[in-house]
C-alpha cells in the first residue's frame, strides 16, 4: 500500500459497514467517512460530499479517501493521479489520508484504514474487489445500496446518474449514520439478480445461428458497427452474405438479418461496408455453415 505522493517523488454507490452490528455512539462528534473512488464522475461525487461536510450542521467528515494509484499518461507517460486524488488535492485535503492501494486487501492498507475509524464508506467506481476484511471495519453495522436501474448508452448520462446519485446519497447519509436506514431498507432479491460475468475469448465470435439482436448486441462493444435489418430479403443461398445500400446483410436464425455497416480486417484500418464489398470485385460472400 502507497499512500499518493506527486508524479515527481470503479450507475451505483454502495456503503459498506460489518455484518457485525456495533452501536454508533449518541454523541454530537461528525461520523468518519471514506470516500472511495477513482474516475472524474466519482470526482463528483467526492466534491459534493466534501461540500457537504463543511457544514455545521453535516452529520458527517470525510476523512479519507481511497483511490487507485498514480498511472502513466499522456506521450510522456508521467505518472498522473487519479481525478479522485487530484480533487481531493485541490480541495486541500491532507495528503496522507490519500490512500492509493494497488489492492485492497493489502494488510498495510487495511491497518492505516483502522486507524481512520471509520463509520461508514462510500464507493463510487473505484475500480477494486473489495474483501470481506474491509467490509468489517465501518462501525455503523449494516450495508445499504444507493443505485439507478435506468441505463442507457450515453456518457452523458453516466454524469447525470452520478449527480442524482450524490444528492440521493447525501440525503440519506444521516439516516445512514444515526441507524434508521435499516428499520426502511428494502433487502434485495438476489432471485431477481442479473449476474454479468467476466467476458472470454470464446465469446468474441459470432455464431450466426444465433437470432439478428442477439448479434447486434454482441457487436455494440466493439468499435465494429451493426444493425438489426427491417428488410424482407430473399436468397437462394440461405449461407450467401449479400450487400444492399450501405450495408452486408448476413442470414442469421429465425429468418432474421444482421446488417454489418463497418468491419476491420486483421492489421487494417476499419473500413465501410462498402468499401468492403468493393473490394471483393465481384467475389461471392458465404457464411460457414
Not at 459498506?16 to 454530537?28: E, H, I, L
Not at 472511495?36 to 479517501?65: H, I, T
Not at 481512520?116 to 445499504?144: R, W
Not at 466493439?222 to 424482407?232: A, F, G, L, N
Request: with cysteine; proline share 7%.
Amino acid at each position: 500500500m502507497a499512500r499518493y505522493s506527486p508524479p515527481s517523488l470503479r450507475c451505483f454507490f454502495r456503503c459498506a459497514a460489518s455484518s457485525a452490528s456495533r452501536a454508533v455512539g449518541s454523541g454530537t462528534r461528525k461520523k468518519n467517512l471514506v470516500f472511495l473512488g477513482s474516475p472524474q464522475v466519482a470526482a463528483s461525487v467526492l466534491d459534493k460530499l466534501l461540500g457537504a461536510s463543511g457544514s455545521p450542521e453535516s452529520a458527517f467528515q470525510v476523512a479519507a479517501v481511497v483511490t487507485q494509484p498514480p498511472a502513466a499518461k499522456n506521450r510522456g507517460r508521467k505518472l498522473m493521479p487519479s481525478a479522485v486524488a487530484q480533487l481531493a488535492l485541490d480541495r486541500g485535503f491532507p495528503e496522507e489520508l490519500i490512500f492509493t492501494p494497488e489492492r485492497a486487501r493489502e494488510e498495510s492498507f487495511l491497518s492505516a484504514l483502522k486507524e481512520v475509524e471509520p463509520d461508514v464508506c462510500i464507493t463510487a467506481a473505484y475500480g477494486n474487489i473489495l474483501p470481506q476484511k474491509f467490509l468489517d471495519i465501518p462501525s455503523c453495522g449494516y450495508e445499504l445500496s444507493l443505485c439507478i436501474c435506468t441505463l442507457r448508452e450515453a456518457p452523458e448520462l453516466l454524469s447525470m446518474l452520478f449527480h442524482l446519485g450524490s444528492k440521493l446519497l447525501i440525503n440519506e447519509l444521516p439516516s445512514i449514520l444515526d441507524g434508521s436506514a435499516k428499520d426502511k431498507a428494502q433487502p434485495q432479491d438476489d432471485s431477481k439478480a442479473t449476474l454479468a460475468p467476466k467476458l472470454n475469448s470464446e465469446e468474441s465470435w459470432l455464431s450466426f445461428d444465433e437470432e439478428a439482436k442477439v448479434l447486434h448486441n454482441k457487436v455494440k462493444i466493439k468499435v465494429i458497427s451493426t444493425k438489426v435489418s427491417t428488410s424482407c430479403v430473399k436468397v437462394g443461398d440461405e449461407n450467401e452474405i449479400l450487400f444492399s445500400g450501405s450495408s452486408l446483410l448476413i442470414p442469421c436464425s429465425g429468418s432474421t438479418w444482421l446488417e454489418v455497416l463497418e468491419l476491420q480486417l486483421p492489421g487494417k484500418k476499419v473500413t465501410k461496408a462498402q468499401d468492403f464489398w468493393n473490394g471483393l470485385r465481384g467475389q461471392k460472400l458465404m457464411k460457414l455453415p
